[in-house]
């Protein structure tokens, strides 16, 4: 039995369409995290399994009851929120244990569960400070910390980490992934990064106008998305996409040059298709088989590894990603190539074609 | 040294300095007059230092109203009235702030709308509906309940419950927590400058209130300070220094409550200027 399952699941706001009919099971102790655009959806998804917002189609269930007239607070879930949400007027202490104390828990199992989550989360010598005396990670482990308490069926993320600057969201994340293996437990966490979709998850769900464009792995999506959207999103510094024209000998031209694609079945020539590459797959100099030119235009050099912005002979812009410090001159044109079982390639709708 | 900065603060001041005079130049004029024997206040001249008649005068106002008494009531009535009238109006400011019911913004434009009538178009029907209607003149009810309803108090609260941010409430809904319990523990401690401001503003209301209880009260122990000290003005002899000194009696306690609430105050009233 699934922890939650979303069973063609729909969602308007007058006579907006925001959810168009979502199916979707994740199993116990899975850390499945929402990801797509502003926009697409996923926060309300995740509020619709909150109990946050109505379901206007479809059904929704927590391990196997239908939870669509069911109160949030008798769902067994706890969501923690981008702005923290904590009780301002309130110490840690009783941020955290509040919610029991007013369920009717005895004082003494509260106390006791507070400690545990504060000793999980180092929140120990913070339990008598207020919210307003804390810094912006310490709230959020705060918040996380009155999720904890509760024992939850699932934790429910929304965007967590969007408030905190890069260094503390790199240790947020590393955090609440830890916390997850302690736990065991299942979580759904909405995010629009999707290094932090790449980094935390078990399974990640795509969303764009409130369809799932596709779900699975990290790295399965990472690799074969099915269409261009995912492959676009999924992936930083993001695919190049270049127009390819396919041609009655099954190849696909592409700027100056033509290559024989890894397809199983060939498209009818003179298709017009896109060809995906990512950054990491060019190498420079002709050595991985199909050689372009690159113009340089610019060149990122981030220490380790460096982002060397272009144009190919079509005019078509690129991005190549390669270790290491570089200093080609700009304007300069250098050989490049990529290996012809890298391209993904895509149909004038964005499907993959395989 | 002299900066333009320092400048300008000299300007300001020489400005702010007697517009200060001005305004406490009569709560002065108030408290020494309080301290004058009946001739000295109409004598030639305006008498600018206090003298040593205070406690003649409080003593001839207690002859002449039972003033202690009157402001015993005045406590307790404009207590009781803050205390009531917070409660209802964070309440019914609550209810238009967080939900969404048929009528809303309806029920918000009447409340808006009562704040637009003069308090004396009011003072007339309410006075008949409580005097005829209900036949309970000269009792507490009709000294305390006719003006709980106070629509710039809902709107107050409603406004100051509508900037708290949504996913606090978000939160305590996901753990559980009913209705009245987010309002008692959360949404009320949330809001508490403008709890502050409004209880002053009600209990300076109720305080000053001179026509309502003038109106509808017409028994001597139950007269309110305010209306105590007007019926010093029929007297045949009236004593001014009497009247000066339950003027000052009156305005002390609300100057004590402001001093010590001041900051709430301020951050009630300017709440939401700036985020």
């Known amino acids: 039995?699934?922890?939650?399952?979303?069973?063609?699941?729909?969602?308007?706001?007058?006579?907006?369409?925001?959810?168009?009919?979502?199916?979707?099971?994740?199993?116990?102790?899975?850390?499945?995290?929402?990801?797509?655009?502003?926009?697409?959806?996923?926060?309300?998804?995740?509020?619709?399994?909150?109990?946050?917002?109505?379901?206007?189609?479809?059904?929704?269930?927590?391990?196997?009851?239908?939870?669509?007239?069911?109160?949030?607070?008798?769902?067994?879930?706890?969501?923690?929120?981008?702005?923290?949400?904590?009780?301002?007027?309130?110490?840690?202490?009783?941020?955290?244990?509040?919610?029991?104390?007013?369920?009717?828990?005895?004082?003494?199992?509260?106390?006791?569960?507070?400690?545990?989550?504060?000793?999980?989360?180092?929140?120990?010598?913070?339990?008598?400070?207020?919210?307003?005396?804390?810094?912006?990670?310490?709230?959020?482990?705060?918040?996380?910390?009155?999720?904890?308490?509760?024992?939850?069926?699932?934790?429910?993320?929304?965007?967590?980490?969007?408030?905190?600057?890069?260094?503390?969201?790199?240790?947020?994340?590393?955090?609440?992934?830890?916390?997850?293996?302690?736990?065991?437990?299942?979580?759904?966490?909405?995010?629009?990064?999707?290094?932090?979709?790449?980094?935390?998850?078990?399974?990640?769900?795509?969303?764009?106008?409130?369809?799932?464009?596709?779900?699975?792995?990290?790295?399965?999506?990472?690799?074969?998305?099915?269409?261009?959207?995912?492959?676009?999103?999924?992936?930083?510094?993001?695919?190049?996409?270049?127009?390819?024209?396919?041609?009655?000998?099954?190849?696909?031209?592409?700027?100056?040059?033509?290559?024989?694609?890894?397809?199983?079945?060939?498209?009818?020539?003179?298709?017009?298709?896109?060809?995906?590459?990512?950054?990491?797959?060019?190498?420079?100099?002709?050595?991985?088989?199909?050689?372009?030119?690159?113009?340089?235009?610019?060149?990122?050099?981030?220490?380790?590894?460096?982002?060397?912005?272009?144009?190919?002979?079509?005019?078509?812009?690129?991005?190549?990603?390669?270790?290491?410090?570089?200093?080609?001159?700009?304007?300069?044109?250098?050989p490049i190539s990529f290996r012809p079982d890298d391209a993904l390639i895509f149909g004038h709708d964005g499907r993959r074609l395989r | 040294m002299f900066t333009a900065r320092t400048g300008r603060a000299l300007a300001l001041h020489a400005v702010l300095l007697p517009l200060a005079l001005i305004w406490l130049f009569p709560l002065w004029t108030m408290f020494v007059f309080a301290t004058l024997p009946d001739d000295g206040i109409f004598g030639a001249g305006i008498e600018l230092l206090p003298s040593t008649a205070f406690a003649d005068n409080f003593a001839n106002l207690q002859h002449d109203t039972d003033f202690i008494r009157a402001m015993s009531i005045s406590i307790g009535v404009a207590s009781v009235y803050t205390l009531i009238s917070v409660a209802l109006t964070s309440m019914a400011g609550w209810a238009l702030a967080r939900y969404r019911f048929v009528g809303r913004t309806a029920v918000i434009g009447i409340i808006f709308g009562t704040i637009t009538l003069p308090y004396f178009v009011v003072v007339i029907p309410q006075f008949i509906m409580v005097a005829r209607d209900f036949n309970m003149a000269n009792s507490w009810f009709a000294l305390i309940v006719p003006p709980l309803f106070n629509s710039l108090g809902v709107l107050f609260m409603r406004q100051s419950f509508t900037m708290l941010p949504e996913e606090v409430f978000d939160a305590a809904r996901v753990e559980g927590i009913g209705e009245w319990r987010t309002f008692f523990h959360i949404a009320l401690p949330m809001t508490r400058p403008t709890l502050a401001a409004l209880s002053i503003i009600l209990f300076l209301h109720s305080w000053n209130n001179y026509l309502w209880p003038l109106l509808v009260n017409s028994r001597p122990e139950m007269m309110t300070a305010p209306v105590a000290l007007g019926s010093l003005i029929g007297l045949t002899k009236v004593s001014w220094g009497g009247i000066m000194v339950g003027a000052v009696v009156l305005t002390a306690p609300m100057l004590v409550l402001f001093v010590a609430l001041q900051r709430h105050f301020i951050a009630g009233i300017s709440a939401g200027a700036v985020k």
């Open chain 1, 1 to 334: 039995m699934s922890a939650i399952e979303l069973k063609t699941v729909r969602k308007s706001f007058g006579v907006v369409d925001v959810i168009n009919g979502v199916d979707l099971a994740i199993e116990s102790g899975e850390f499945c995290v929402f990801v797509g655009p502003s926009g697409c959806g996923k926060s309300t998804l995740l509020r619709m399994i909150a109990g946050l917002e109505d379901v206007t189609g479809g059904d929704v269930f927590i391990e196997g009851r239908r939870v669509n007239a069911i109160e949030p607070g008798d769902r067994e879930l706890a969501m923690v929120f981008q702005s923290y949400a904590l009780y301002p007027h309130m110490t840690v202490e009783r941020n955290m244990g509040f919610g029991l104390a007013m369920n009717g828990m005895a004082k003494a199992d509260v106390e006791k569960r507070v400690a545990e989550a504060a000793a999980a989360l180092q929140l120990q010598p913070l339990l008598k400070r207020k919210p307003s005396q804390l810094s912006g990670g310490q709230r959020q482990r705060v918040a996380i910390g009155r999720a904890i308490v509760r024992h939850p069926k699932a934790f429910l993320f929304d965007e967590p980490l969007s408030n905190l600057d890069a260094e503390l969201r790199v240790q947020m994340r590393v955090e609440i992934t830890k916390l997850h293996r302690q736990l065991g437990a299942t979580m759904i966490y909405v995010t629009h990064d999707q290094v932090e979709a790449m980094t935390m998850a078990d399974r990640i769900v795509v969303l764009r106008r409130g369809v799932i464009e596709q779900q699975g792995r990290p790295i399965d999506l990472y690799r074969d998305p099915d269409n261009a959207f995912v492959a676009g999103f999924i992936g930083s510094p993001k695919m190049n996409f270049f127009k390819g024209t396919m041609r009655p000998d099954g190849t696909i031209g592409l700027a100056e040059t033509a290559f024989a694609p890894a397809l199983s079945s060939r498209p009818g020539s003179d298709q017009q298709v896109t060809v995906g590459l990512r950054p990491e797959h060019f190498e420079i100099g002709a050595e991985a088989g199909v050689a372009l030119t690159m113009e340089i235009d610019l060149i990122e050099n981030l220490g380790g590894n460096s982002i060397w912005h272009g144009r190919l002979s079509s005019g078509e812009k690129l991005l190549v990603e390669r270790r290491g410090y570089h200093d080609q001159g700009l304007g300069s044109s250098v």
